[in-house]
């Protein structure tokens, strides 16, 4: 069963739909018991950095999907669920500090800039259609984009990013290049784009995911 993390926020109704509609076992579910005995964890998230760190602690789910994503339980972080693996993230924190995230992956999320290196004016938040380019020549070679060519389009919705780092499986463009797609260990993956919402690319990518877990 794949345990879809109810924090109080985020679209999680439409997760649940977009890994049923590929054919897996999806449930959501606040129990950190439940989250402890899935087979397999997505973390889905529209909301604040802060917020859902606050939530996911007052809940008891921060350190049971930690515990669990270290000991190798295929996992799907969406969006701010992909924000939540890094060391940090600024969103939400008093100026000059930061909020601590699951410390899967080094690095700190931060607010994306409405300008770019050269000053040309980008909308922030980023929002609609954009591609996604491997970060290095085996990066599209993971499970989560057989039969994904480079240059696909995905939707994406958020105001902050997180860096290019090691782990980054994807990339993409807006103001600045930041991490559309990461990797911890064999089994996490992070997604900064909304699979449930991008169409048969999308799809895609939750099927992949959910046959790589052994959920299909």
């Known amino acids: 069963m794949i345990a879809v993390i109810d924090y109080q926020m ?30 397999t964890i997505v973390l889905p998230g529209v909301g604040a950095f802060s917020d859902a ?3 996911m602690r007052a809940l008891g789910q921060m ?19 992909l924000h939540l693996m890094f060391d940090a993230g600024v969103e939400g924190a008093p100026a000059g500090e930061t909020i601590p995230g699951m410390g899967l992956i080094p690095g700190v999320v931060d607010r994306m800039p409405a300008h770019d290196a050269q000053g040309t004016f980008h909308k922030v938040p980023h929002v609609g259609w954009n591609t996604i380019e491997p970060a290095g020549e085996a990066s599209f070679a993971s499970p989560l984009f057989e039969g994904i060519p480079a240059g696909e389009y ?5 105001s902050y990013c997180a860096p290019v780092v090691p782990q980054t499986l994807a990339v993409t463009s807006h103001s600045v290049a930041f991490s559309s797609a990461v990797r911890f260990g064999e089994a996490a993956f992070g997604v900064q784009f909304h699979p449930e919402k991008s169409s048969d690319a999308g799809a895609a ?10 959920e299909l």
């Open 10 to 39: 985020g679209n999680l109704l439409s997760v649940e739909r977009g890994l049923r509609g590929v054919g897996a076992d999806a449930r959501i579910t606040a129990d950190p018991a439940e989250i402890a005995a899935a087979s």
């Open 154 to 158: 995905f939707y994406f919705t958020h």
């Open 53 to 55: 760190a606050a939530s």
């Open 63 to 81: 350190d049971v999907v930690e515990r669990r994503v270290r000991e190798g339980v295929p996992f799907l972080g969406i969006c701010l669920g």
């Open 205 to 214: 990518v939750l099927r992949n995911f959910a046959r790589f877990a052994g």
